[in-house]
Each structure stands twice: as structure tokens, then as C-alpha cells.
Nanobody
Framework: QVQLVESGGGLVQSGGSLRLSCEAS????????MGWYRQGPGNQRELVAV???????NYADFVKGRFTISRDNAKSTVYLEMNSLKPSDTAVYYC????????????WGQGTQVTVSS
């Protein structure tokens, strides 16, 4: 079984910064893609950013230039550095990883609340 533990959410003023972390543990041979998604009030869950095992990244247009995704493979951890936060960034942020244990399977974190006040 694989567990994901997220941390780093909270309340911040508009223009502020936060750093989210998501650490994976359990029965993991290799982690392929790691990513962050978010779900705002009344909205569907949407992609924020993803990073491959090779370090290639992809961002949603609404966070380009403000958010940075990174990963530490030795720690099985993915990070999301969020700068210039806006009230529209308010959401529950979820990490998602794809684990390769001879077959691919994905896992979600429990979510962490990010609230940006104006």
C-alpha cells in the first residue's frame, strides 16, 4: 500500500507565498509522474502542475510564472512553491503520484487547504 502525506497549506494574504509538500511512503519501486491538482469551491478538480521522473514539468496556464513544481526522488517527495498568490488560488490542493511497481497505479493525497485573502 502507498500513503501520501501533504503539508504546507494555510491562510495567506494576496501576493503572499506558500510551499506545499507531499511525501510518499509504503510499497514503492519507482514513482513515475508526480503532480498537484486543486479543487476550488463549486469547481471540478483541475491540474495545476506535473513533473516526470526525468524532471520535465508542465503547468496550467493560470499558474505559469507563479508556481514551481519540484521533486526529491530520494525522499519520494513532490513540492509546489506558490508565489504571487491570488484569491482565485483558494482551493484544496491534492497531490497525485503514479507508482510503477511492475504496473502503473495512481494515488491521491488527502488534500490541504490553501486560502488566499484579498
Amino acid at each position: 500500500q502507498v500513503q501520501l502525506v501533504e503539508s504546507g497549506g494555510g491562510l495567506v494574504q494576496s501576493g503572499g507565498s506558500l510551499r506545499l509538500s507531499c511525501e510518499a511512503s509504503g510499497s514503492i519501486f519507482r514513482i513515475s509522474v508526480m503532480g498537484w491538482y486543486r479543487q476550488g469551491p463549486g469547481n471540478q478538480r483541475e491540474l495545476v502542475a506535473v513533473i516526470t521522473s526525468g524532471g520535465s514539468t508542465n503547468y496550467a496556464d493560470f499558474v505559469k510564472g507563479r508556481f514551481t513544481i519540484s521533486r526529491d526522488n530520494a525522499k519520494s517527495t513532490v513540492y509546489l512553491e506558490m508565489n504571487s498568490l491570488k484569491p482565485s488560488d483558494t482551493a484544496v490542493y491534492y497531490c497525485k503520484i503514479v507508482v510503477d511497481n511492475g504496473g502503473y497505479r495512481y494515488y491521491w493525497g488527502q488534500g490541504t487547504q490553501v486560502t488566499v485573502s484579498s
